[in-house]
């Protein structure tokens, strides 16, 4: 109930700034400004205050909220980790690849990769050569 009443006293006070900031012809910020105020008001219409309200003070869901957090944390670390492999598949999927040693750079990888069908092994970097030509290096 408390919630409710200073949500409707922010949407009336924001409503009043925006009717001044009309009165000098900034209608534009007027506009914004009581879009911003409606917002509050809008809320507990809804009944979104109330529902946020009841979720604050319940233990069932700050502990839904920490699961949801350690999901997210699992979820980017698995992509951290991906991006420093480079992408690649698992030991059972992906392309076959010739033994690379561990320490290997990326060149050296892609040579003993094997071309493509209609690419010989020399045609991988035509173009970054013509690349590099094109910007005198």
Avoid: N
């Avoid at 006293?9 to 879009?35: C, D, E, N, P, Q």
């Avoid at 040693?101 to 094997?114: E, I, N």
């Amino acid at each position: 109930m408390l919630a409710e009443t200073i949500c409707s006293a922010v949407s009336a006070a924001g409503l009043g700034i925006a009717a001044i900031t009309a009165y000098r012809k900034r209608f534009l910020t007027a506009v914004r400004i009581a879009a911003y105020a409606l917002v509050p008001l809008g809320l507990v219409m809804t009944g979104a205050v109330e529902w946020i309200a009841g979720t604050a003070f319940s233990p069932v869901a700050w502990a839904g909220f920490g699961v949801l957090g350690v999901a997210w944390l699992l979820f980017l670390s698995t992509r951290a980790v991906e991006r420093r492999r480079g992408g690649r598949k698992g030991s059972t999927g992906g392309a076959e690849t010739r033994a690379v040693a561990p320490g290997a750079s990326a060149p050296s990888r892609a040579a003993a990769a094997k071309p493509q069908a209609g690419q010989s092994g020399g045609d991988d970097f035509s173009d970054i050569e013509a690349i590099l030509k094109k910007h005198g290096i």
